[in-house]
């Protein structure tokens, strides 16, 4: 019998094992490569399930690994593009990815999408490669960190895919903030993070109507500008935002937050993270003594150091939110006990809500 010939049902019938469990146990081993490539080597049956995971996932890190992948996905003979879900390109210079990118085209179930180029002054993301991009039909998940020359480059990519659930961004331009009133995100976008130019981000999407409503957000303040613009769009997004991140490192700004934060207009909001640099007490009880929705759920504060004092507002109003289910705090390992954390906070100590974790400072 030709084995490159043998249908599921002729593997089935010379094996004492049922496919479904064969299936499953070959799935245990999911991440370990070596056995995955063994497993291929057994029969065609066994290879595309293998060959599932071994190609679901690709990642490529330098310019070696981005010209070789290429050009092996270029051959005729290339049989392993449709198990593809994933495509992560880091660390490439912008003309490298412009000279290749295309070539990385035959991939038709990709869904989720990283693209990081490392940073070079006045060097882009060429309008080819953009389109290339905008090529996959199927993106739900989005991940960009590159330098465009015009801002209505990244607007035009990011309204490019239909089905898009999740997008982070961290970009930066040349010419100021510009864009066509025709770009707008999918309809289906529900997670967004941005750590870099927030407020153009923000500004394009309050110049839309309607307005998207993104639910899930994740922001970096860098300046008052961006505190300004965040501040507007979750007045925007109102009763529709679920989770909210916000880092901030603004040290003369916080006057902005006072006047542009009213967060009693999020009425469904369940969970908040909060990264600032300094970390004020007092602005962490006021955006605490704003919270208006009974959905409210998880608090977690990273990069946490007492400083010098007043955390004890801060516990008693956190003890006062009835639906209050977890109060995270993130500190890094050496800085401050967590006898001294669970003193600073008794009141959510004895609720049982409190709970203390440490971080590497790389890592906060």
């Known amino acids: 019998m030709n084995s490159t010939k043998e249908t599921s049902q002729q593997v089935a ?30 029969c065609k049956y066994w290879m595309s399930i293998a060959r599932y995971h071994l190609f679901s996932d690709v990642k490529i890190s330098n310019p070696r690994s981005l010209h070789k992948f290429s050009g092996l996905l270029s051959s005729p003979l290339c049989t392993f593009s449709c198990f593809a879900k994933s495509l992560s390109v880091t660390d490439i210079k912008p ?12 991939f038709p179930e990709i869904t989720n ?38 801002f209505s480059h990244f607007t035009e990519t990011v ?18 903030a510009s864009w066509d009133i ?10 967004l993070k941005v750590t870099c130019t927030t407020w153009e981000i923000l500004q394009w999407l309050l110049s839309l109507r309607p307005i998207p409503a993104i639910p899930n957000l994740d922001l970096y303040a860098s300046n008052n500008t961006d505190t300004d613009f965040v501040g507007k769009y979750l007045q925007s997004v109102g009763d529709k935002l679920k989770t909210f ?4 490192d603004v040290v003369d700004g916080l006057e902005h937050v006072y006047q542009n934060f009213n967060l009693a207009v999020n009425t469904t909001l369940q969970s908040m993270t909060l990264n600032f640099d300094p970390m004020p007490p007092t602005l962490i009880e006021y955006l605490i003594s704003q919270l208006n929705s009974p959905d409210f759920r998880e608090l977690k504060i990273e990069n946490f150091h007492p400083g010098v004092g007043g955390w004890h507002h801060v516990d008693r109003r956190l003890s006062e939110i009835f639906s209050l289910r977890r109060f995270m705090i993130c500190s890094c390992i050496g800085r401050t006990s ?10 959510c100590n004895d609720r049982g809500v409190l709970d203390v974790h440490y971080q590497r400072d790389d890592d906060l």
């Open 338 to 347: 967590e006898e001294e954390i669970r003193a600073i906070f008794p009141r």
């Open 13 to 42: 019938s010379r094996t004492p094992i049922p496919l479904e469990l064969t299936e499953l146990i070959i799935d245990e081993y999911h991440s370990d490569i070596h056995t995955l490539g063994e497993c291929s080597l057994v």
């Open 113 to 150: 999408i990283t693209l990081r180029t490392t940073p070079l002054f006045m060097t882009f993301i060429s309008p080819s490669s953009l389109d290339i991009l905008c090529s996959f039909p199927h993106i739900t998940k989005l991940d960009l960190a590159a330098d465009f020359q015009q």
């Open 182 to 191: 025709s770009h707008r995100p999918s309809l289906h976008l529900h997670s």
């Open 159 to 176: 309204s490019a895919f239909p089905k898009l659930e999740y997008l982070r961004a961290e970009i930066d331009f040349v010419n100021p």
């Open 245 to 248: 991140t916000l880092s901030y």
């Open 95 to 106: 003309e490298e990815l412009n000279s290749t990118f295309p070539k990385l085209t035959g």
